[in-house]
């Protein structure tokens, strides 16, 4: 029983708060005490006295008072508190330790820590935990220094790995609760030391515990600054511990971070270099079809990198070697950097020498050999195995096997894209952007089964072989077009044979209804929405309005609308559609010298000068599409009076 006091007839627990948050908890206390000897079941007369006791066993540790410490601890323990008030017994823990006998030692230890001395901070906290060997806050509170003293290496203009493989190890060694913010924020630092040699993250991953990724390391980094968004920390790791795993042949490390990589790919702003090492993976583990499948689907984005070509050939090498001979060869057609592609060089070798193609064989490991000596680099155990064989020393070198890899780098790609369809198309104009004056771009226009018109798009002049052809050249392409970004990806390019020019485009008669002498203009309309301007340098002959057209036109998207072009001029004898052209004959009204017929058309006022026009006159003629800009609305233009009757 605690000591009493009968004043509590009109007081409750909501006055011992009420006196706490005032700062009288001595006061808050008597009254506590009151409150729970008269009500001692009461829950929230025990956690009133409860956070009393909290408040004065924070107050007297800190002052050093062990015995009324003490004291008010042994209260604290005869309570019976709510174990779902997380809140509370947290803090009873928190006290409880404040009053153990290394408190002052963990209070020196922060003390330390916020002086940035982090490793005196960790010598304290050792030696508390020697005392106190469970106590998971001491374990905490040693990893966040250490992980402080790990995060300054990388301050360093060189960082010293070794240090920070020996803090990442002493981390491990305190098996702290996970998972956790701390936990993570190790692995990010072990993420970082991926950029430098000696460091297996997939190694260190196994004793951190995949599965010890919690929610937020999904979601990406986003800078609070500028706003920028950077991958995730599951995503690092997945993608740098997936690529040392399948350097390093850990068959045990893999599954578990394909789980994690099939988790952070669709929420990936990029994520061809997941879906890499994704394939690299399953290739690994023996899943040739899907991991082929996916290879095929990066090489469709990263067509020109030899890596993904030799990723091909790998995969294929489980089980048609002479498809991946043809890849190999596409690899080396990309004409990568020679530091890169010793590996490589050194399989199509292997090849080529069950070829029998010796002399093709030897040039693969000689360029080897030459590249790495170069360097100062040693020689790969591969090439020394091959040099020493008797076929080498009795075999000249082929000169060169570039033409051995352009006989068979399309194979590779036929075999690649061997399912899409091919798509005709004609060659465009070649044109740079004002800021890329020396970055040639060639208009393509691609064969549109849904539209009349082609699709145009552009390709870098040197994509392909386009520079020796004209505008209007019968080709082909295989790729893949994107109708909502209206990009396409070329795979593979061909001529075609045909007897004219712009073969896949259509024919449109249209009216010539306007010639600017003075800018040498001629303008045409073919349909609603339709037309164009031609200068007089791009027509057949001399030009007036009313003039038949028979035009193929481009069609493209500009910053300020539609835009047609004319690619091919001719003047024709066809009639025009009397959606575009029309005859009328009308009574004419005038109005401030601008005639108007009674089906609305427009007669401008030099045309009715030029044919003695009068009003109410009858005119007939030949009438023109026109758009009206002030009016917004289409209506009908007149471009030639015939006949003319006055009564």
């Not at 552009?458 to 109708?483: I, Q, Y």
Request: with cysteine; charged share 25%.
């Amino acid at each position: 029983m605690f000591i009493q006091n009968n004043n509590t007839s009109s007081k409750t627990s909501k006055d011992v708060f009420a006196l706490r948050k005032v700062g009288k908890i001595d006061e808050a206390y008597n009254l506590a005490i009151e409150l729970i000897n008269s009500s001692p079941n009461d829950e929230w007369n025990v956690k009133a006295f409860a956070w009393c006791l909290i408040d004065l066993i924070k107050r007297d540790a800190k002052l050093g008072n062990s015995d009324s410490t003490n004291h008010y601890l042994q209260q604290l323990d005869s309570l019976s508190i709510d174990p779902n008030d997380e809140i509370l017994n947290k803090q009873v823990l928190y006290v409880r330790n404040m009053a153990s006998p290394i408190f002052k030692e963990t209070q020196r230890a922060k003390q330390a820590s916020k002086e940035g001395k982090h490793q005196l901070a960790i010598n304290i906290y050792t030696k508390a935990l020697s005392e106190q060997p469970d106590n998971h806050d001491i374990r905490s509170s040693i990893g966040w220094e250490i992980y402080k003293l790990a995060k300054a290496q990388f301050n360093n203009e060189n960082v010293n790995v070794f240090a920070v493989k020996k803090l990442l190890n002493d981390y491990l060694k305190l098996n702290c609760n996970v998972p956790s913010l701390l936990h993570s924020l190790f692995l990010g630092l072990a993420d970082k030391l991926t950029s430098h040699h000696n460091f297996n993250l997939a190694a260190f991953i196994k004793i951190w515990g995949i599965q010890n990724l919690r929610d937020e390391d999904f979601e990406p980094y986003v800078d609070d600054v500028t706003g920028n968004s950077y991958p995730s920390l599951a995503s690092k790791v997945a993608l740098h511990g997936t690529k040392q795993a399948v350097e390093h042949n850990d068959l045990e490390s893999l599954p578990l971070l394909l789980e994690v990589i099939d988790r952070v790919i669709p929420s990936s702003d990029d994520p061809i270099w997941l879906e890499l090492n994704k394939a690299r993976a399953l290739n690994l583990l023996g899943e040739y079809q899907k991991s082929f499948d996916l290879a095929v689907k990066v090489a469709k984005q990263k067509i020109g990198e030899y890596w993904i070509w030799e990723l091909l050939g790998d995969i294929q090498g489980n089980y048609d070697k002479s498809s991946a001979f043809n890849c190999y060869c596409r690899a080396l057609s990309s004409n990568p950097k020679e530091n890169f592609i010793a590996n490589l060089r050194l399989k199509l070798a292997e090849l080529l020498i069950e070829k029998g193609n010796y002399s093709a064989a030897k040039y693969e490991v000689t360029c080897v050999m030459d590249a790495r000596n170069r360097e100062g680099w040693s020689i790969p155990e591969k090439a020394e195995m091959l040099q020493s064989q008797s076929w080498f020393s009795a075999t000249e070198a082929a000169a060169s096997n570039q033409s051995l890899y352009k006989d068979h780098a399309g194979k590779a790609e036929e075999v690649l894209f061997q399912n899409l369809p091919w798509i005709h198309a004609n060659l465009g104009s070649v044109f740079s952007l004002p800021d890329k004056p020396n970055k040639k771009r060639r208009k393509i226009y691609l064969n549109n089964s849904e539209d009349r018109f082609p699709v145009e798009i552009t390709l870098p002049e040197n994509r392909f072989s386009f520079s020796s052809l004209p505008e209007g050249a019968a080709v082909r392409f295989k790729g893949e077009l994107d109708r909502i970004t209206n990009r396409f990806t070329a795979y593979q390019f061909e001529t075609r044979t045909t007897a004219n020019q712009w073969d896949i485009f259509s024919s449109f008669i249209g009216v010539v209804d306007h010639v600017n002498v003075a800018k040498k203009l001629v303008h045409v309309i073919f349909d609603r929405g339709v037309d164009t301007v031609i200068p007089f340098s791009k027509t057949p002959e001399r030009l007036i309005v009313g003039d038949s057209i028979k035009a193929k036109l481009s069609k493209s998207k500009t910053k300020h609308g539609t835009k047609y072009q004319a690619l091919t001029i001719a003047k024709s004898d066809e009639k025009a559609s009397t959606n575009v052209l029309k005859e009328f004959s009308d009574d004419v009204r005038i109005s401030n010298g601008l005639g108007f017929t009674s089906t609305d058309i427009f007669i401008d006022r030099n045309l009715l000068e030029d044919c003695d026009v009068e009003d109410g006159d009858t005119v007939s003629g030949k009438a023109v599409l026109n758009y009206n800009k002030k009016r917004s609305s289409w209506g009908w233009k007149a471009i030639a009076i015939n006949n003319k009757e006055r009564f």
